[in-house]
């Protein structure tokens, strides 16, 4: 059984304004990304029969749809961090092709920035004291995205040979691809030099190795092959999807090199029968420069340890053969907290032709990959146009 | 003892007896008897074999660092930066996360591979902390 041009994504946008909205609720942005898509699409409200979405309370799929006014015949609550929305398309997948509904609305919303300076209780549902990481890591100062990936890419240094030069080649090229994109957050010139000289923020990761907080929501409409064939915008068709996680935090990491995507990979290239040579743009998660590089190995497009040379020599830059994140990414473009919607919509709209100054000449070919937690759980896509 | 500002662990049914040994200032690890070796983090089986005959034994406390971060921003309450976050590979195999300690947080002092052993920490009345610091051996 495969997934295989069973589904297409027909609709695919974002809120009018990302960045920094003070004015809008997580809430609110999910309501406006899916108004967007699916004006995108040309699908009324009334026809989606299937939400999937997550970060917004422990129901978020039943909240949303109460916020929405829609009565699903499907939902899925999957929380997989980052990499949520793009597990999500899977699973939309699989739903559709069991019949089970027909047009799938995937939403996210987060305001990671202006969220920070509201009022009020804070969710403390996520904490519970006898877990593992709040016994072994939270006592010794670890916690969140910073204090973890620091220690991975540390040790992938220490194996690999990979320089803090390389990890800046990935934060220059990402920056030049968000300078040809109106949209993005962080747009003045940066150089290898300003990376390597920047503050500290958890050694070997200087700020420029680190992605933005933004405010930002999105969403994809997704619906079975015979319907996306009638849809104004061409399909972008689902050739292969993966999904795979391999531990939670950094005590339970088999491998601190190494992160699932070598499973989700591995399984979305065999759907979809498609070399990496054959792949036109490449949109992976770039939390951390390290994110990006490590993510591009395991994903198989060069050897293990080899992603510090294999990016350098600004490759994965505007003009360069392996174009990688092309709006501008976490680094530069922006990142509200689960930045895997963001790497969807970029690939769609390179398959449309919609990038303007950035589009990447006849992409019919993406690969997609997201990370979820703390290089925990990842999803891949190949998505292709007709 | 003076009101300690980290987090500290609390302590589950599975965990007591490793914090417990650090009380007596003792490495104290789950051990499978059916894989014959260490694994880390406590579980009432072996996560590899599903085992779930499973015995303490105290370790040597003696291992190499695997890797570690400065971290140059509190993550956690309490914490003054810089401070050295790391991951020992103990000589019994598992690796523990800890604060390298005994040591300025400079990069060029620290490095992956070095020897470590552990040094206890009293946080409170009744935790105690496994930190490490650089070996004899090493300096």
Redesign the interface.
């Known amino acids: 059984m495969t997934l295989k041009n069973k589904v297409a994504i027909v609709g695919a946008d974002e809120t009018d304004r990302i960045g920094i909205v003070p004015d809008m609720t997580p809430l609110m942005m999910h309501a406006e990304a899916a108004r967007n898509a699916l004006r995108d699409a040309g699908i009324d409200k009334s026809e989606v029969d299937a939400v999937f979405t997550c970060g917004i309370g422990g129901m978020a799929s039943v909240q949303l749809c109460e916020y929405l006014g829609i009565i699903p015949m499907y939902t899925d609550n999957t929380m997989t961090g980052g990499s949520s929305f793009v597990i999500h398309v899977e699973h939309a997948a699989a739903a559709i092709n069991a019949g089970l509904c027909n047009v799938a609305l995937i939403t996210h919303g987060e305001t990671g920035l202006s969220g920070r300076n509201r009022r009020g209780p804070r969710g403390g549902g996520f904490f519970d004291?006898?877990l593992?990481s709040?016994?072994?890591?939270?006592?010794?100062?670890?916690?969140?995205p910073?204090?973890t990936y620091?220690?991975?890419?540390?040790?992938h240094m220490?194996e690999y040979g990979t320089t803090s030069e390389q990890l800046a080649e990935i934060a220059v090229a990402t920056r030049k691809w968000a300078q040809l994109n109106p949209r993005a957050m962080m747009r003045d010139p940066l150089s290898i030099e300003d990376v390597l000289s920047s503050?500290?923020?958890?050694?070997?990761?200087h700020i420029y190795d680190c992605c933005l907080v933004t405010d930002a929501g999105g969403a994809v409409v997704v619906v079975g092959a015979d319907r996306a064939r009638e849809m104004a915008k061409k399909p972008v068709w689902v050739l292969g999807s993966g999904e795979a996680s391999t531990h939670q935090s950094?005590?339970?990491m088999p491998d601190?090199t190494q992160t699932p995507a070598r499973y989700s990979g591995k399984a979305a290239f065999e759907m979809a029968g498609v070399t990496h040579a054959a792949i036109d743009v490449v949109e992976v998660y770039d939390s951390f420069t390290y994110t990006a590089l490590v993510t591009i190995e395991e994903l198989g497009f060069c050897a293990k340890g080899e992603g510090g040379p294999f990016l350098s020599n600004q490759r994965s830059a505007p003009g360069g053969d392996f174009p990688m994140n092309t709006n501008g990414g976490g680094l530069s473009y922006t990142h509200p907290g689960m930045y895997g919607m963001f790497i969807l919509i970029e690939a769609v709209r390179q398959l449309w032709g919609e990038c303007g100054d950035r589009q990447v000449p006849d992409a019919k070919l993406a690969c997609v990959n997201a990370t979820g937690g703390l290089l925990s759980a990842t999803g891949t896509l190949i998505l292709g146009v007709d | 003892m003076a009101e300690y500002q980290k987090p500290v662990p609390y302590p589950s049914p599975e965990t007591q007896p490793f914090w417990d040994a650090c009380k007596r200032h003792e490495l104290s690890l789950p051990y499978c008897t059916n894989c014959s070796a260490f694994f880390f983090y406590p579980r009432q089986f072996c996560p590899t074999c599903f085992n779930w005959n499973i015995e303490w034994r105290t370790c040597s406390g003696k291992g190499a660092l695997y890797t570690f971060a400065i971290q140059y921003r509190p993550q956690m309450p309490g914490f003054t930066p810089p401070y050295v976050t790391a991951i020992v590979q103990l000589d019994e195999g598992p690796r523990l996360m800890t604060n390298l300690v005994g040591v300025e947080p400079a990069p060029e002092n620290i490095r992956c591979g070095m020897p470590v052993e552990v040094v206890w920490e009293d946080a409170t009345d009744e935790i105690t902390l496994p930190f490490f610091k650089p070996s004899q051996s090493s300096q």
């Open positions: 004291a006898t593992p709040a016994q072994f890591e939270m006592p010794f100062g670890v916690g969140g910073p204090s620091s220690m991975a890419a540390m040790r220490h503050r500290w923020i958890a050694y070997p990761f950094l005590l339970g601190l």
